[in-house]
């Protein structure tokens, strides 16, 4: 399917509008909350939480016998809190460490998620197939009940993040303040927790279990890349979900036997490392790229201070120089006595410089400088 | 008329793991001082800080703002964290961290407005931070991360400060300023409590100190206590090897 | 019991024993979630090895899988080294992109690879006793017998010829090296064990259950002892025993093997972090009691000792200045009679020469050891239990 084709059936086609609203919102719920779970340095929660729901899909498919989304969502959501407060538990009353406390219980309750869906694959009455999709993430199965209930919960988080916008910002960055402010940071603690919970569980029917967490986590890491303010960082955060989830939908669906999760992820690591490499401010070739400068500027200014220790002998400071003089100090070339000529910093007369006013200046603040700094 | 104290702290026994940080602690600090609680290393200095501000809940005792217990007056109390407590990477700038102390008035779920962006540029004014207002806090020195967090803890307006370590790691500059906007809270009439590390500077900054050690040694005016006797019973015999430094 | 049974058995035996090992080291190293990383993004290495090999079992593919397993590590280190993102972050963005890559590649070659990413990932226990290992016709049993017990074997002897570099530099950095073994090479050392390992169990048991293999043994061994020697030898028998163990509820429930082990390593960890006789929640709960008592004991006693007048001793202070409420004022007050370290006389509260010695021996220890727990001081002294 190309994409031409693609945008046609996006008008016209009811189940791809669905599926495609489904996404693009749950993209967005994600990279909101991912937001807060990267800064509370929670990352890897959320792999646990998604792989400890898995029981709780299969025991809810057990009891009610359907294939009801709701019904599964909220066994999901009752077993990914549960793990997450074991989590809680094993750190706070055993001497392991968190990140044992996150492997055990990811990979136990996902054994366990595992042992029934294989019991429940072998059963009689033959209606399971499908639960498997909450592996991997299978979004074409979205209907639009589903995309509904996304969209409930994505505006109640919204709603929430805002009312309570000075609060969480205030607990992320400082909670012993807070506290000593009056709030009651216990009570934002379990409701930013529950959130994340929450959409942790309504992504695994689109994403999957095992890649729900870097939903959470890519778009997040992606925007605080770009600003320096929590505000835009959760707004860029959820712009980049919900292109990442879109794409990632329309790539899964033109193709056959691919599953959403990965085409997502994929996407969204993209995001990631484009942020990393290409970001002005924090990325990693500007940060070269100034590093570089600065090391240049260094020459430049060494050679200038040289220049100044000449010209202050002389009562004119712009008195003219050989070239010569400098063949003692090693770290000139022709390309930086240009570059002083260039900033107006020296004047350059065949083979003989001189400082100029502007050039004087300079150098003695510089010098300035480093005698204070020793 | 009785003495009017800042903060009373009674019987106070505070645990970590069950383990006493700080034992049987009696306090009663006067309004209008400039206080420096000094100790060594594990005394409880932060801990007692921490407790007064009911960040850390004690096994037994009380503490009372103005005869109150703290949750009613938290308005009157303005606190400076250590700067190592919080993650300087926060993506946020000056103003915004300092624009956190008016969150404590403003209260649940009311936004900060003009009013208190105000009262913020102010305070980053006070402490000679305006123009630094847009940056981001990662990018500020370690004595100019300090001196926001002290904007922070004036924009609250407070008539009691309790401030934890606000010299470390601060250049000798900022050490000034930052002395220099105590004293003149404390002739605003303020009352400041401050940990303390550098035992030289004592007489020079405070007029009131208390030393402690897990357990109270002694508190009162710097003139009156400041000398051998406290504390080498605060540091052990050590002591003097610790001014020297 | 059938022969294909046995091996079955015996190769969960060996998977269980060969994750233990690695696993018990991850655990103390603070390194847990490196093996849920490793256990994911091997899957682009399979994938590729199985292009160019076309058999899940071939030590080249092994090799190469082994290989995405340490450049995962080395990925997360560069990431966390830029400071971009916070330390768990990097783990969390590398690993799922890997395994998309992994995911991709072979729903993109569907029809060339034979490989299953359910099976890759949840592995089929069942089916391993049916690929043998053939040399001129002669049958030498399943090839993933060969294959994990080669691994195991491999892993052996590096554990006991490196068990002293591999000891102190988990526990001691900086002396492992000034006494000049690298941390480094040790600890990519152990990277690559645990990614071989990871690669050689994940068509037994899949990926994500070597997880729980090389973790919930070693927690529940770590609940239960400090020794290092002891806890391994602990985590390799909770191993064994849950891998037979969760054989028979598989055979029985008819379902997955793995996820059968799993829950039985599961079901083991819960009892042992309930029951542990000393690190087990509900020894922590009773010792916190207890020790919650005693510091209320001391901190009475230390606030008779502060205060001479009487005032300040008097019964009904108690619950008003130190804060406390009828019910715990009056057990404090007991256990301080029961002990003899207190006499009431006219509702006053004095202390007696016991009491007095117990105090001041308590805030002595209290502040010269401020670091150290009190726990053994009051061993010395206390002859009271609750």
């Known amino acids: 399917m190309g994409i031409t084709e693609y945008i046609d059936l996006l008008f016209t086609d009811y189940t791809l509008q669905t599926v495609t609203l489904g996404t693009a919102v749950l993209g967005a719920l994600c990279g909101m909350l991912g937001s807060f779970a990267v800064l509370r340095k929670q990352s890897l929660l959320g792999d646990a939480i998604s792989h400890a729901a898995l029981p709780g899909i299969a025991i809810a498919f057990l009891i009610t016998e359907t294939k009801n989304s709701n019904a599964l969502l909220i066994g999901a959501l009752i077993s990914g809190l549960i793990g997450a407060f074991w989590i809680r538990g094993i750190v706070k009353n055993t001497h392991l460490k968190s990140d044992t406390a996150l492997g055990l219980i990811l990979s136990l309750f996902f054994g366990f998620g595992m042992l029934l869906l294989t019991f429940i694959q072998k059963m009689p009455n033959a209606n399971q197939a499908g639960l498997n999709k909450y592996l991997f993430g299978q979004a074409a199965t979205l209907v639009s009940s589903d995309v509904w209930t996304m969209c409930f919960i994505a505006g109640l988080s919204l709603l929430v993040l805002l009312v309570f916008w000075k609060e969480f910002k205030l607990l992320l960055f400082d909670a012993d303040y807070a506290k000593s402010l009056g709030f009651n940071i216990k009570f934002l603690d379990v409701l930013i927790t529950f959130f994340i919970v929450l959409c942790i569980v309504i992504g695994l029917q689109a994403v999957g279990v095992v890649l729900m967490s870097a939903m959470l986590l890519a778009p997040a890491a992606a925007a605080r890349q770009w600003t320096n303010s929590l505000g835009v960082m959760v707004l860029l955060a959820a712009i980049f979900g919900s292109f990442s989830g879109v794409l990632g939908t329309a790539i899964s669906a033109s193709s056959s036997n691919l599953s959403t999760g990965p085409v997502i992820v994929l996407i969204a690591a993209v995001f990631v490392l484009f942020s990393f490499v290409f970001s002005p401010k924090r990325g990693l070739l500007f940060r070269e790229i100034r590093y570089w400068n600065n090391r240049n500027d260094l020459q430049l200014h060494k050679t200038l201070a040289f220049m100044y220790n000449i010209a202050k002998t002389h009562k004119n400071k712009e008195h003219p120089h050989t070239v010569k003089i400098l063949n003692n100090f090693q770290g000139f070339t022709k390309k930086s006595l240009q570059k002083l000529e260039d900033r107006e910093y020296i004047k350059v007369n065949k083979s003989m410089w001189s400082l100029t006013e502007k050039g004087f200046d300079k150098a003695s603040n510089l010098y300035n400088q480093l005698e204070n700094n020793e | ?245 | 019991m059938s022969s294909a049974q046995i091996e079955i058995q015996i190769i969960a035996c060996l998977v269980a024993v060969a994750c233990a090992i690695p696993g018990t080291f991850l655990v103390l190293r603070k390194m847990a979630m490196i093996s849920d990383a490793i256990s994911h993004s091997i899957l682009p290495g399979i994938v590729i090895g199985f292009f160019l090999t076309e058999d899940l079992n071939s030590p080249w593919l092994i090799l190469l899988a082994a290989m995405t397993g340490v450049i995962t590590v080395v990925l997360v280190e560069f990431i966390q080294k830029t400071g971009l993102v916070k330390e768990d972050t990097a783990i969390g963005l590398v690993f799922p992109t890997l395994f998309s890559i992994g995911v991709i590649l072979i729903a993109k070659n569907a029809n060339d690879v034979h490989l299953d990413v359910d099976v890759v990932f949840l592995g089929e226990l069942a089916y391993a006793p049916s690929y043998r290992f053939l040399i001129n016709g002669m049958d030498l049993g399943p090839k993933s017998l060969w294959v994990i017990g080669t691994i195991l074997l491999v892993t052996l002897l590096l554990l006991i010829t490196f068990f002293k570099e591999l000891k102190i530099s988990t526990f001691d950095k900086q002396l492992a090296a000034t006494l000049g073994f690298s941390p480094v090479v040790v600890h990519y050392g152990l990277m690559s064990i645990a990614s071989v390992t990871t690669v050689g169990a994940f068509d037994a048991v899949g990926a994500i259950l070597v997880v729980a293999l090389m973790i919930a043994p070693a927690a529940i061994a770590y609940l239960l002892t400090n020794d290092l020697k002891k806890m391994l030898v602990i985590a390799v028998f909770s191993g064994i025993a849950s891998a037979l163990t969760g054989y028979w509820i598989a055979h029985y429930l008819d379902a997955s093997i793995a996820g059968s082990i799993a829950t039985v390593l599961g079901v083991l960890f819960l009892l042992v972090y309930l029951f542990a006789p000393k690190k087990g929640l509900i020894s922590v709960l009773f010792r916190q009691k207890r020790q919650q008592m005693e510091v209320y004991l001391l901190t009475f006693l230390l606030h008779l000792q502060n205060h001479t007048e009487e005032s300040e001793r008097h019964l009904n202070h108690l619950s008003e200045h130190i804060n406390w409420g009828k019910i715990r004022s009056k057990t404090v007050l007991d256990l301080a009679l029961k002990n003899n370290m207190i006499i009431i006389e006219n509702n006053i509260i004095s202390l007696t020469e016991k009491g007095q010695g117990f105090t001041e021996k308590a805030i002595d220890y209290i502040t010269t050891n401020s670091t150290v727990a009190i726990e053994k001081m009051k061993e010395d002294f206390f002859l009271f239990r609750g």
């Open chain 2, 1 to 245: 008329m009785e003495k009017k104290y800042a903060i009373t702290v009674d019987d106070l026994t505070v645990a970590y793991n069950y383990k006493p940080v700080l034992w049987d602690i009696d306090l009663a600090i006067p309004e209008g001082v400039l206080m420096a609680i000094v100790g060594p290393n594990g005394a409880g200095k932060s801990t007692l800080i921490k407790s007064i501000l009911g960040i850390i809940k004690p096994i037994a005792g009380s503490v009372k703002i103005f005869g109150k217990p703290y949750k009613k007056q938290h308005q009157e109390v303005a606190y400076v964290p250590q700067k190592g407590s919080v993650d300087w990477d926060f993506p946020t700038t000056a103003l915004d961290v300092v624009m956190m102390g008016t969150y404590g008035s403003l209260g649940w779920i009311k936004r900060p407005g003009q009013k208190e962006k105000k009262a913020a540029l102010e305070a980053l004014e006070k402490v000679g931070m305006l123009s630094f207002k847009s940056r981001q806090i990662s990018q500020l020195s370690g004595g100019q991360q300090q001196r926001i967090f002290l904007a922070r803890a004036l924009v609250q307006n407070a008539s009691i400060y309790l401030m934890d370590e606000p010299f470390q790691g601060v250049d000798a500059t900022t050490e000034k300023a930052i002395i220099n906007i105590l004293k003149e809270l404390r002739k605003a009439g303020k009352t400041l409590i401050v940990v303390h590390h550098d035992l030289q500077t004592v007489p020079e900054y405070f007029d009131w100190v208390t030393f402690l050690n897990v357990k109270k040694i002694a508190t009162g005016p710097v003139k009156d206590i400041f000398n051998d006797g406290n504390l080498t019973k605060t540091y052990g015999i050590n002591y003097k090897v610790s001014v020297q430094e």
